[in-house]
Every structure is written in structure tokens, then in C-alpha cells.
Nanobody
Framework: VQLQASGGGLVQAGGSLRLSCVAS????????MGWFRQAPGKNRQFVSG????????YYPGSVKGRFTVSRDNTKNVLYLQMNSLKPEDTAVYYC?????????????????WGQGTQLTVSS
């Protein structure tokens, strides 16, 4: 599975943005997926997980209630809707796939990811 994230940019604090991730191949709907982010000088941080059907999702406390992950299995696209953005959300965001987890809940559950997209939130 090859993944390509897009939709990042510069946004003011309190604003919204939606990231997209297009997956190639025929196995998109067979795998759970999610997003993680990495800010300069920091470790990767789990952002969201979604199961194969899209019926179950998981978020850490830092983004819960502000971020929403969804997927369109007919188009092989994963989304991340981000609202009420904060400067601390600034990072490179990566979409990722899990081949062995029903619902990813940590970065360690992902086995493959694509190039990221930069989000910068100004104060």
C-alpha cells in the first residue's frame, strides 16, 4: 500500500483544516489505518486510528473532541478533519496503515506510512 497525504498548510489558531490521504492498491478496505504526527525535535505522536469499516475510531486525549478521522473505502481515501487548532498541533502529519491491528491506538500499531504533510498553526 502506497500512501500520499495532502492538505496541510498554514492556519490560524482556532481554525480548521482537513487532511486527505490517497492509498494505492486493492487492499485499502482490508486494513485499519490512522494518523500520527511529528514535530521538530519530538517523538512521533499518535493522532487517530480507524478500523477497516470506519465504524470504530480512537483518539488520544490531546486531540479528542477536536479531530475526526474518517475513510471512504470506495475511493481509497482517509481523512482527518481538524478543528479548534492550536499552535501545539504544528507538525508533519502522516497517514499510516496497520496490517495486524483491528483498531490502531498507538504509533507502534502502524507498519507503513507515506510522506507527510506539514501543518503549521500560528498563534
Amino acid at each position: 500500500v502506497q500512501l500520499q497525504a495532502s492538505g496541510g498548510g498554514l492556519v490560524q489558531a482556532g481554525g480548521s483544516l482537513r487532511l486527505s490521504c490517497v492509498a494505492s492498491g486493492d487492499s485499502f478496505s482490508s486494513n485499519s489505518m490512522g494518523w500520527f504526527r511529528q514535530a521538530p525535535g519530538k517523538n512521533r505522536q499518535f493522532v487517530s486510528g480507524i478500523n477497516r469499516s470506519g465504524g470504530s475510531t480512537y483518539y488520544p486525549g490531546s486531540v479528542k473532541g477536536r479531530f475526526t478521522v474518517s475513510r471512504d473505502n470506495t475511493k481509497n481515501v482517509l481523512y482527518l478533519q481538524m478543528n479548534s487548532l492550536k499552535p501545539e498541533d504544528t507538525a508533519v502529519y502522516y497517514c499510516a496503515v496497520s496490517f495486524n491491528t483491528v483498531l490502531p491506538v498507538s504509533v507502534g500499531d502502524f507498519q507503513s506510512w507515506g510522506q507527510g504533510t506539514q501543518l503549521t498553526v500560528s498563534s
